[in-house]
C-alpha cells in the first residue's frame, strides 16, 4: 500500500480518478460513456456515485487498505474452501500462501494500481458459495456480483445444474433486480450500455488490444472481423461454455467445489466480450486442481498457472516469431487449458493422496563429511517435465537480463574501473587485447570468422549441450544446469558491484569494435545496445565462462577423446573473441572462469558428487536406512534404465 500511495497523483489509481476525481465521469451530468472511460455496468456508477462526496486525497488511501482488505478475504475463503482432506501443514500455510499469490499476480496489481473493483466479484461469488448460509443468500450475492460484471451470471447456470436451483434463481432475480434499480435511475446510460454497446463490448480501450484478454480480442488480433468474426466468436465461445461447465458439475459432484468454482471463472474470462487484466483473477483460483500422476509432475500446473498469472508474457517467451501469438495470449490460453483441457484428477483416484513416487538415485560419498550441505536435495533418475524446464530456464534469464540490465552505473566510473584493469594488465604484462584487436581487423577473413563466432555460439552451444543431456543424461542434466546457474547468479553480483568499460568503449585507447561498428563517443549514452543491455557488465565475462562450462562439461561427459578435444576448442576460440573483438579484457576472461569454478564448487558443496553410485546387489547395497525407508523408494542401482548397464559403462559413469 506504501509503495502504491507514493506515486504520484496521475500514475495511481487511475481508473478511479477517472470515475470519482474532481473531473471524473460520475461528476459530469450526462451519460456516464459519453467519453468511454467508465467501463462498468450501470449498476456499477450507482453504486459508486455516493462516493464522490468523499475527500479524493483520504478516500484513496481507504480505497487501498479497503481493496487489501478484500484481497486477504478472498484468500482466507479461498483456503478454507481446499478440498478434505488437508493435511495439518497445509490447513497452517494455506492461507498466507494464498494471500501472497493473489498479491503478487498480475491481476490484483493491476486492480491496486488502477483502483478497480474487480476484486469484489470474485469475493462475492467466493462468499456466495463457501461462506453464506442458506440457498437464497448464496444466490443473492451471486447475483450482485453479476450485476457488477454481468459475465459472471454463468455461475447461477452451474448452481442450477448442480442441483442448487433455488440459488441459481435467487441469483438471476439478483441480477434482474439489480439492473432494474439501475435502469429505473439511469434509463439512456442503461439503453447505451446493454443494447449500443452489448454488454460493455467496445467500452475502455480497444478491444483488439493486447489487455483484451478474452476469445472476442483474440480473434480480432488474429485478423477476423465484422458478422464472420462475431460468428467464430458465438460459436467457439458456445463449445467452451459446454465443455467448462460440464467439467466444473462433474468436478463439483467429485467434492471440489473450489475447482468447479475456478474452471466456471475460467469460462467466464474466456466468452467475455473483454476481459481486462484486473478481471482474470479467476485463473489464478484454477491452482488448486491437482494434474499428473507421477509426483515429479504434480508442480507443473501449478507452476505453469502461477508464472503465467504473476509474469509478464515477455518473460515467458521470446521474442520469436512463431511464439509471439501465444505470448500475447497466454492468459487466455491458461485460462482455456483449465476450462477445457487440463486433466484434473478425481478424489476417487488413486494418485490424488499418493501419486508415483520420484526415483532417486543413491549418492556417492563425498571426500568431505559434511558434503552435501543440503542432504535432501537428492539427485533424480528421470528426466524433469520439459514444458517447467523450458519454463524455468526462460524466467532465470529473463529475470538475469532484467537484473543485469539494472546493474548499470556512470559511465566515468566504468572507464575509471577500465583504466584499472588495463594498468593490472600492463603489470602483469598481458595487455594483449590492442595488438590482437589491430591484427585480426587487418586480415578479414578472420575478423569475419570472431565476429560471427562471438555473435552466434554464445547461446547456441550451452543450449545444446543442455539438450542433449536432458535427453540422454537427465541424472547429469541436472547437475552441470545448477552449476551453471550458480556462475550466472555469481556473474551477476560482480555486473553489479564492479561496472567495467570494455575495450571497445574505452576513449583515447584505439580500439576498433568489430561487431557493433564505429562508437560516437561524444554521445551520453554512446554505444549500438546501450537500451537493451548494461555495456558496463564485463567482469567477469559470461561469454568466456559459459564457454568454459561447455569444454567442462564435454571433458567430463564426452565418452570419446576426439570428442573431448573438439569441446575444448570453443573456450579457445571464444576467448580470442572476445579480446580480438575488443569486446573484454583478458582479466575479464579470467573473472569468467571464477565465477564458473565457483558454480561447480557451490554445486559440489550444496548437492554432493556429480558422479553416481554403480549397480549392486542387495546384499552389496547393506540395509536401507529408516530414514530412507519412510521416504520414496530408491534404485538399488543408478544408471538410467534406457542406458546398458556393465563395467565399462559404470567406470564411465563414475569417471
Request: charged residues 15%.
Amino acid at each position: 500500500m506504501v509503495a502504491l500511495l507514493r506515486l504520484p497523483p496521475g500514475e495511481r489509481l487511475t481508473d478511479l480518478e477517472t470515475w470519482i476525481g474532481p473531473d471524473g465521469v460520475l461528476h459530469v451530468s450526462g451519460s456516464l460513456y459519453d467519453t468511454g472511460r467508465f467501463t462498468g455496468t450501470p449498476f456499477a456508477g450507482l453504486v459508486l456515485k455516493p462516493l464522490t462526496a468523499s475527500a479524493e486525497q483520504a478516500f484513496g488511501v481507504v480505497w487501498t487498505f479497503g481493496s487489501l482488505l478484500l484481497v486477504a478475504a478472498l484468500g482466507v475463503v479461498a483456503a478454507r474452501a481446499l478440498p478434505a482432506p488437508v493435511s495439518r501443514r497445509t490447513m497452517f500455510l494455506a492461507a498466507p500462501v494464498a494471500i501472497t499469490l493473489l498479491m503478487l499476480s498480475l491481476p490484483v496489481r493491476n486492480a491496486l494500481h488502477l483502483g478497480q473493483t474487480s476484486i469484489l466479484p470474485v469475493l462475492l461469488v467466493l462468499v456466495g458459495w463457501f461462506v453464506a448460509r442458506g440457498e437464497r443468500t448464496s444466490g443473492v450475492l451471486i447475483g450482485i456480483a453479476a450485476a457488477l460484471q454481468p459475465a459472471v451470471l454463468l455461475f447461477a447456470a452451474l448452481l442450477w445444474l448442480t442441483g442448487r436451483r433455488r440459488a441459481a434463481a435467487a441469483a438471476g432475480a439478483a441480477f434482474a433486480g439489480c439492473t432494474a434499480l439501475a435502469w429505473a435511475a439511469m434509463p439512456h446510460d442503461s439503453w447505451t450500455y446493454w443494447l449500443h454497446h452489448v454488454a460493455g463490448a467496445g467500452l475502455g480501450e480497444r478491444p483488439d488490444s493486447l489487455a483484451n484478454q478474452s476469445l472476442h480480442g483474440a480473434l480480432l488480433r488474429f485478423g477476423l472481423e465484422g458478422p464472420a468474426e462475431i460468428v467464430v466468436f458465438l460459436a467457439v465461445a458456445a463449445v467452451v461454455c459446454f465443455l467448462g461447465l460440464r467439467r466444473a458439475v462433474r468436478y463439483a459432484q467429485d467434492g471440489q467445489l473450489l475447482l468447479a468454482v475456478a474452471v466456471t471463472g475460467c469460462v467466464v474470462v474466456a466468452v467475455s466480450p473483454t476481459a481486462w487484466q484486473h478481471q482474470l483473477l479467476w485463473v489464478l483460483l484454477a491452482v488448486v486442481g491437482r494434474v499428473g500422476r507421477r509426483a515429479s509432475d504434480r508442480l507443473v500446473w501449478p507452476a505453469v498457472v502461477v508464472l503465467a498469472l504473476t509474469l509478464p508474457g515477455k518473460m515467458l517467451l521470446p521474442n520469436i516469431g512463431a511464439v509471439i501469438p501465444v505470448r500475447d495470449n497466454v492468459l487466455l490460453i491458461a485460462a482455456l487449458g483449465a476450462a477445457c483441457v487440463a486433466p484434473f484428477l478425481p478424489r476417487s483416484s488413486p494418485y490424488w493422496q499418493q501419486p508415483v513416487p520420484t526415483d532417486y538415485a543413491r549418492p556417492v560419498a563425498a571426500r568431505w563429511r559434511r558434503v552435501p550441505l543440503l542432504p535432501f536435495w537428492r539427485r533424480v533418475l528421470s528426466r524433469p517435465n520439459l514444458l517447467l524446464e523450458l519454463l524455468l530456464i526462460r524466467v532465470v534469464y529473463s529475470a538475469y537480463a532484467k537484473v543485469r540490465l539494472l546493474a548499470t552505473a556512470g559511465r566515468p566510473t566504468a572507464e575509471e574501473h577500465g583504466r584499472q584493469i588495463h594498468s593490472v594488465e600492463q603489470w602483469l604484462h598481458i595487455d594483449i587485447e590492442h595488438w590482437a584487436n589491430h591484427a585480426v581487423v587487418e586480415i578479414n577473413w578472420l575478423r569475419e570468422f570472431f565476429d560471427y563466432y562471438y555473435s552466434t555460439f554464445h547461446f547456441i552451444v550451452p543450449l545444446a549441450i543442455l539438450g542433449v543431456l536432458y535427453v540422454r543424461r537427465p541424472a547429469d542434466y541436472r547437475w552441470v544446469r545448477s552449476s551453471i546457474g550458480f556462475a550466472t547468479l555469481l556473474a551477476l553480483v560482480g555486473f553489479w558491484l564492479y561496472p567495467l568499460a570494455p575495450p571497445r568503449l574505452m576513449p583515447g585507447l584505439g580500439f576498433i569494435d568489430t561487431v557493433h561498428g564505429v562508437q560516437d563517443f561524444a554521445k551520453p549514452d554512446y554505444g549500438t545496445l546501450t537500451s537493451m543491455t548494461n555495456q558496463y557488465a564485463a567482469m567477469p565475462s559470461l561469454h568466456f565462462g559459459w564457454s568454459l562450462w561447455c569444454g567442462v562439461v564435454i571433458v567430463m561427459l564426452a565418452p570419446k577423446l576426439w570428442m573431448k578435444a573438439l569441446g575444448l576448442l570453443h573456450p579457445l576460440f571464444t576467448v580470442c573473441a572476445i579480446v580480438a573483438t575488443g569486446n573484454h579484457w583478458v582479466l575479464d576472461a579470467a573473472g569468467g572462469a571464477v565465477v564458473v569454478g565457483l558454480g561447480f564448487g557451490l554445486t559440489y558443496l550444496l548437492s554432493g558428487p556429480r558422479a553416481l553410485a554403480t549397480k549392486q546387489s542387495p546384499q552389496e547395497a547393506g540395509p536401507v536406512p529408516s530414514s530412507e525407508r519412510s521416504g520414496a523408494p530408491e534404485p538399488t542401482g543408478a544408471t538410467e534404465p534406457s542406458e546398458p548397464s556393465g563395467p565399462g559403462r559404470a567406470a564411465e559413469k563414475v569417471g
